[in-house]
């Protein structure tokens, strides 16, 4: 039994996020069946650790600087179905590129959410930036960069924890470790520690936490947060995780995964275990539940459909944005 | 010589690097997602299973392990072939190729050799916008010590790989994504091409275009439609960039008084350039009748979307434009 549970509404958000990223997620990879979204990449099985981090920030105050499978984190930072329907549709109107990116780079503006990069890790430099610009500021806003446990190879990454820790900066480095760099596996990619104990070299906590449970990673996130925005320093988390699809849509990754190990992660699915749980305490009911799945059926149906009925981009949008217009040197 | 087959540009690449492997055991290939999986595009499919793990390695996420461990084994001899998943990337492991890879030779008074290849795909059309669609080629042309190669057909690709492999010196070698699944014809006997010979793709009169990649194939249709209104274009591939060979170009400019010269990178600061200087500098100067033309790409990031995305690099109609233009004096 856990000591503290969230409030009733709070519990309630949480299903909701994480069973409208799924549905999304589903709709998108019906869209690349259908050659509507030529690129597809999942955050399936990953939603519980995403959530948990999300909600934990102070929604519109403190910083995203996502990775490209932090769809379900976008949702609960406040994007949309109708903001990821036009991101892999291309539409001029998507909020996270106006149709330029490929799908995976989310961000909106008036959420604090900042694009994350295709080039893997380079995100969490930028994220100690805004971080120390905040601090530079006078502000105690809280930067969380999610990054899968394949970035942590990359020089990058390293780079931005040691000086992040050099000053104390007011960051989480949210790992969500799911075993695999594409068909990398773990052993291979980050040796023979864990991604947590890394920490100790730079100086700052690492905190391994299990990702399939959303309430352990809201508390741990929740403390993280309370510690690095009183001045704690930055903080490193690991979420344990599994991607239970493909890497994306063109990805075949029965090349590299047995079956029987994708097959008992689907039956750890964060999602069902949470719902379950939420009603094994009676914290939802049946009824509860559909009206959710319900609203969350109706929400990417008309996200779909509006997403689908914008008109392609003209050529004009070529050139826009390559450079800033107003102030030269 | 066999009777040669016809085979995928992703075939004849996993070829050479398969009988560069037999022949030679100090070669070994380390990359991303290169060994299970057979990376990403399909090229190493295989190879693990024939080679073993220690033969081909997959590595971490890091650019810089990738290329600097490459250089590492390289001095020691070794002939590794790393294999950087998108041209992209390759910025990540720019410090290792341009300051170290490239001038090591020269800053060591010529006791090292540096006798690697890096293989990555380049160039758009799959839709993955401005991070992993780029044509960074003149970056590597304009770094003394490094050479370039940019096949453009099956046959070049594996001769010049298994030249690549054998030369003593870091090779830059620039595939190209939308080849991988073009055919040609191949021999299946180990051979190599030189590094610095361009070849001369379809003979004509009035017209000579200068293509790289993919533009080559994209020159040779336009050439096909072109010539059923009678405009007969020469169409010449440098192959490798560097070194890079100007005879051919220089004698069919001299031969058809115009020059066109056509590349998927931007334009500003392209390889294109370096042509154009080198023809302007040369015999053909005299005989040229039309300004040099280029046609690359627009100086603009690739976007997602796939209509915009062709529009941003030259296309067959748009060489066919082009090229009639200048031949007729329209330009």
């Known amino acids: ?329 | 010589m066999s009777e040669p087959r016809e085979i995928t540009y992703a075939q004849a690449v996993r070829e050479a690097l398969r009988q560069a492997m037999q022949r030679d055991p100090q070669v070994f290939l380390l990359g991303e997602d290169i060994g299970v999986y057979g990376g990403a595009f399909g090229v190493t499919d295989g190879l693990l299973d024939e080679f073993g793990s220690e033969r081909v390695r997959d590595t971490p996420l890091s650019e810089a392990v990738i290329a600097g461990t490459a250089i590492g084994a390289a001095v020691t001899g070794m002939r590794p072939v790393a294999e950087i998943q998108f041209m992209d990337f390759i910025t990540l492991a720019m410090e290792q190729l341009v300051l170290q890879a490239a001038k090591m030779r020269y800053m060591f008074g010529g006791k090292a050799r540096v006798p690697m290849v890096l293989r990555t795909p380049a160039g758009s059309g799959t839709g993955a916008a401005a991070q992993h669609s780029e044509s960074l080629e003149a970056w590597f042309v304009h770094v003394p010590g490094l050479k370039v190669v940019m096949p453009s057909t099956p046959y070049d690709a594996k001769g010049l790989l298994l030249a690549a492999i054998a030369d003593d010196n870091p090779v830059i070698f620039i595939e190209h994504k939308l080849l991988y699944k073009t055919k040609g014809f191949v021999p299946e006997e180990y051979y190599t091409l030189p590094l610095a010979t361009s070849e001369i793709k379809r003979k004509g009169k009035d017209l000579t275009l200068i293509a790289t990649s993919v533009l080559v194939a994209r020159a040779l249709e336009a050439a096909t439609q072109l010539a059923q209104e009678g405009i007969e274009i020469e169409i010449i591939d440098p192959r490798t960039l560097k070194p890079l060979d100007t005879a051919a170009m220089i004698q069919s400019v001299c031969k058809t008084g115009k020059a066109l010269v056509v590349h998927e990178a931007p334009m500003t600061g392209g390889f294109g350039g370096e042509i154009v200087a080198q023809l302007c500098a040369s015999e053909a100067f005299d005989f040229l009748d039309a300004p040099i033309r280029r046609l690359a790409g627009l100086d603009v990031p690739i976007p997602y979307n796939r209509e915009l995305e062709k529009r941003a690099v030259p296309q067959v109609a748009d060489i066919v434009r082009e090229a009639r233009a200048l031949v007729r004096g329209e330009y």
């Open chain 1, 1 to 329: 039994m856990r000591e503290k549970i969230p409030p009733l509404e709070t519990l309630h958000q949480m299903y909701y996020y994480m069973a409208l990223s799924r549905a999304i997620d589903t709709r998108l990879w019906q869209l690349g069946r259908q050659g509507k979204a030529h690129f597809v990449i999942t955050p399936a099985g990953h939603e519980a650790a995403q959530v948990g981090a999300a909600m934990a920030l102070r929604q519109g105050y403190d910083y995203f600087v996502p990775y490209y499978r932090d769809m379900t984190m976008c949702l609960a930072a406040g994007m949309t179905a109708r903001d990821m329907l036009l991101h892999v549709r291309g539409a001029p109107e998507d909020p996270s590129s106006g149709g330029r990116q490929m799908f995976g780079h989310f961000s909106r503006r008036d959420l604090n959410i900042v694009s994350g990069s295709s080039s893997v890790g380079s995100q969490m430099l930028h994220a100690v930036g805004l971080a120390l610009a905040f601090r530079n500021r006078g502000e105690d806003r809280v930067t969380l960069t999610g990054f899968g446990e394949g970035a942590t190879s990359e020089g990058d990454w390293h780079e931005a924890m040691n000086f992040a820790a050099i000053h104390q900066l007011r960051v989480i480095f949210f790992c969500e470790n799911n075993g695999y760099a594409i068909s990398v596996p773990a052993h291979l990619e980050i040796g023979r520690v864990g991604v947590a104990d890394k920490a100790a070299a730079y100086g700052m906590p690492g905190i391994r936490v299990d990702g399939n449970d959303i309430l352990a990673v809201y508390e741990t996130v929740s403390a993280a947060h309370a510690q690095t925005r009183a001045g704690g320093g930055p903080i490193l988390i690991e979420a344990m995780t599994y991607r239970l699809l493909p890497h994306s849509n063109a990805d075949d990754d029965s090349k590299y995964r047995a079956s029987e190990e994708v097959q008992a992660a689907r039956a750890r699915d964060p999602i069902t275990q949470f719902s379950t749980w939420l009603k094994d305490q009676q914290l939802m009911s049946d009824a509860e539940q559909q009206t959710m799945d319900a609203r969350i059926t109706q929400e990417v149906d008309a996200a779909t459909e509006y997403a689908y009925s914008r008109p392609e981009p003209t050529e004009e949008l070529l050139y826009q944005h390559v450079y800033a217009p107003g102030r030269t040197a």
